[in-house]
């Protein structure tokens, strides 16, 4: 029989209460036993509210515990993870008293119970979604000493954002008459009230318990703005530990995340740290397409002791980094090798103006041994159709093949916001499949980064808004497109010794049978002015707006009042215009072979502020053969126009 001797009076004291205590628990709880997604999960009455413990099949030495605030059952795949893991899994419903003092007290009491009944760990894991938020912020901040870290998920932190819809917030005025009168406030004296996460938030942090948010940059319910970017403010300032996972393109649902690894990791290294998982190398977040090798360029580098290295892009091509870290990369590499490297990039260009420009700013060079390529921001960007993604990608590779069967190609897939959106709503970006047709066709090999840096973004590594920032990404996102790059070469140049090279075998027939594979510029000295055109010499605007590099103090057919009229003869399956769409740019008129005459308007959303290169694709699937086009200016024009000019810089053709 067992024995406890008391040494004080006080201790005696204290152990009565505490029995008493669990026999009033034991008493006033009838639990029924349920299944949990395979666990076994208790429920019971605790103080008149309905409340649920699960059980792992075998608990973790600590028998830590992660704690529900709300919404029992909504994506669980964290708690899941974390019942596989040796962890419990608890919930009361205080869904009435919207984690006010009395939802706090109730919390107290129930936590006196976990610990006392089941031998808990004295530190919870706090989960709260959404207005789950008020409850973890307001019981954690009277409980510091007992929080271990919290995982919130685009949780409410001020109430005036949410129910109270006082900011960008749509609000709830009837939850918010119910937050007003169980926390005893008005309209007014909430205003100055401090009881809320984004206020009471210091205290966790000044005690350095860990935070992580999961939150929807696009919710409109429970802004982050006025919600988790301010809670992290004060927690940061206060010193505490705060990460936050944004999903571009989310709302306020669905919450959590599909692979939760994260979020658990997190909890892990703040609870368990021994069973946390080894962590992956960085190469696993990699979203490279393998196709075939890279031995041709190596062997030629190597060999002749020369390379010529282009690049073929947008604005994020032209512009420094990346690129400039790729040709470092590849003398380093080489060191006994004369590079030529050929910036081939022109901004707001996509794909379709590629195919037609290669010849001229790449192939013209000379026999280009290795070719980068992208084109996936500016062809979704810009509005560009399947079809025409297909064709001006297709162009781009198979007229670059046909001049060099030898040519390694790599394809690349830059990131910006609509395309993790996509990836975060389960799609793959239309524009990464239009394209990927193109490289599965060719087997060239592709990156495709955007993938890369959403899941790396989900993974809680970096963020968008401080790491990497913009679509032209900051050095941070420059050095991590260099390492997928540098990987993607340095895998196939370690796996694979070839002696001599291969030409690269080219499908017999066309993916698309109008995909610009022979496309071109035609002069525009070979139009026929009729009236109102002239050949300006050496244009640049006189309107102060920004021009593109490239595209200013060069000649161009210019028309500046309507009714001008040109004519062109030509000879292919595809006609279009190399223009530059500025503020004053008007709407055009063409007729192909004498048909009616149809309208294209030059104007873009960019054209207000900038004089930029645009392909006007006037028709891209004529039969095979001579035409002729007629282009007029016409008496119309957008309404954001201030003109009605039209400068073209070239003609394209595909023939």
């Known amino acids: 029989m067992l024995k406890i001797v008391f040494t004080t009076l006080r201790d005696q004291i204290k152990f009565l209460c505490f029995l008493l205590l669990l026999s009033a628990y034991s008493n006033q709880i009838s639990a029924q036993e349920n299944d949990y997604h395979g666990f076994k999960c208790l429920d019971f009455k605790f103080e008149g509210h309905d409340a649920k413990i699960v059980f792992p099949k075998s608990a973790e030495p600590g028998r830590h515990w992660i704690w529900r605030a709300r919404f029992w059952g909504h994506e669980p795949q964290t708690e899941i993870a974390l019942l596989e893991k040796g962890f419990h899994v608890v919930w009361v419903d205080a869904a009435e008293l919207c984690g006010n003092k009395d939802a706090v007290n109730l919390w107290n009491h129930f936590y006196d119970f976990l610990v006392a009944k089941y031998g808990l760990n004295k530190k919870t894991v706090l989960e709260g979604f959404s207005r789950g938020g008020l409850y973890i912020y307001n019981w954690g901040s009277e409980n510091v000493e007992k929080v271990a870290c919290i995982y919130a998920d685009a949780p409410v932190c001020d109430m005036r954002s949410w129910p109270g819809g006082k900011g960008k917030g749509s609000g709830s005025p009837e939850d918010w008459k119910a937050h007003l009168l169980v926390y005893q406030q008005t309209e007014e004296s909430m205003s100055n ?265 989900l993974n809680g590594e970096f963020t968008w808004r401080d790491d990497f920032k913009d679509l032209h990404p900051s050095p941070f996102g420059q050095e991590l497109y260099l390492k997928s790059i540098k990987y993607l070469l340095e895998k196939s140049w370690s796996a694979t010794h070839a002696t001599s090279q291969y030409a690269k075998q080219i499908p017999d027939t066309l993916l698309d049978r109008f995909s610009f594979n022979m496309g071109h510029f035609k002069p525009i000295t070979h139009a026929r002015l009729i009236k109102g055109w002239k050949l300006e010499s050496n244009w640049k605007p006189t309107d102060n707006s920004s021009t593109r590099e490239g595209f200013v103090n060069i000649p161009v057919l210019e028309a500046t009042t309507p009714g001008a009229v040109l004519k062109l003869n030509f000879t292919g399956t595809a006609i279009g215009l190399f223009i530059t769409s500025g503020p004053d740019t008007g709407i055009l008129e063409y007729s192909i072979d004498g048909k009616d005459f149809v309208t294209v308007d030059q104007f873009t959303q960019w054209s207000t502020i900038l004089h930029l290169p645009w392909l006007i694709l006037l028709d891209d699937k004529l039969t095979i053969g001579k035409h002729n086009l007629v282009l007029r200016t016409a008496a119309t024009k957008n309404s954001k126009s201030t003109g009605y000019s039209c400068r073209i810089n070239q003609f394209t053709v595909n023939n």
């Open 193 to 457: 009230f401090k009881g809320m996460p984004i206020f009471n938030a210091r205290k966790l942090a000044l005690a350095h318990v860990p935070v992580i948010h999961v939150c929807g940059a696009k919710d409109e319910v429970v802004p982050m703005e006025e919600n988790t970017y301010i809670l992290e403010k004060t927690y940061k300032e206060a010193g505490g530990e705060i990460k936050i996972i944004v999903k571009e393109g989310g709302g306020h649902h669905p919450h959590s995340l599909k692979d939760p690894s994260p979020i658990v990791q997190f909890i892990l290294s703040n609870t368990a740290p021994e069973l946390t998982d080894q962590p992956l190398p960085y190469e696993s977040k990699m979203a490279i397409n393998s196709r075939g090798n890279y031995e041709n360029s190596r062997l030629k580098f190597e060999r002749s002791k020369r390379g010529r290295v282009a690049f073929l892009g947008g604005s994020i091509t032209t512009n420094p980094g990346w690129r400039n870290k790729v040709c470092d990369y590849l003398t380093q590499r080489f060191p006994a090798t004369k590079f030529e490297f050929i910036n081939a990039g022109i901004a707001s260009t996509g794909s379709t103006p590629g195919a037609f420009r290669l010849e001229r700013d790449v192939l013209s060079r000379g026999k280009i041994d290795l070719l980068f390529e992208e084109a996936a921001v500016n062809d979704a960007t810009n509005g560009i159709n399947p079809e025409l993604q297909v064709r001006g990608m297709e162009g781009i590779i198979n007229h670059a093949l046909h001049s060099n069967p030898k040519m390694d190609i790599v394809l690349l897939y830059f990131v910006d916001q609509d395309k993790m959106s996509d990836y975060n709503q389960g799609k793959t970006p239309e524009v990464i499949e239009q394209h990927e047709k193109v490289a599965q066709y060719y087997a060239i090999s592709s990156i495709n980064l955007a993938k890369e840096v959403n899941d790396r973004i």
